[in-house]
């Protein structure tokens, strides 16, 4: 079991940066990987970003390339989603998830990640 607790949302305006942070608990942090996402309403949950159990490799989506920066603190047991030159269509409610059984279904996918937090909401405003 794993306890992914999010934080860090807010509102910003255009241009600006965040930090959002996962903290996770119940199992040991290097036992998995995490991934961020987010909706908006009356859309699918989105991916965003991906950081391995390690921290050594990274995906990100084609939307927030060069933008957002996924990190992990082993050490605080907390992951990390930096978002910079934030853009109105960045607004929606993030989560962080945890991968720890590493199936064979794409890193980008919902059912890839079993555990998830409550998310944390950010608004851009233009």
């Known amino acids: 079991q794993v306890h992914l607790v999010e934080s860090g949302g807010g509102l910003v305006q255009a241009g600006g940066s965040l930090r959002l942070s996962c903290a996770a608990s119940?199992?040991?942090?290097?036992?998995?990987?995490m991934g961020w996402f987010r909706q908006t309403p009356g859309k699918e949950r989105e991916f965003v970003a991906r950081?391995?159990?390690?921290?050594?490799?990274?995906y990100y989506a084609d939307s927030v390339k060069g933008r957002f920066t996924t990190s992990r603190d082993s050490a605080k047991n907390t992951g990390y989603l930096q978002i910079n030159s934030l853009k109105p269509e960045d607004t929606a409610v993030y989560y962080c998830?945890?991968?720890?059984?590493?199936?064979?279904?794409?890193?980008?996918?919902?059912?890839?990640?079993?555990?998830w937090g409550q998310g944390t909401q950010v608004t851009v405003s233009s």
């Open positions: 998830a945890a991968d720890t059984s590493g199936r064979s279904i794409p890193y980008y996918a919902e059912s890839r990640y079993e555990y």
């Open positions: 119940g199992r040991t942090f290097s036992d998995f990987a």
């Open positions: 950081i391995s159990r390690y921290g050594g490799t990274t």
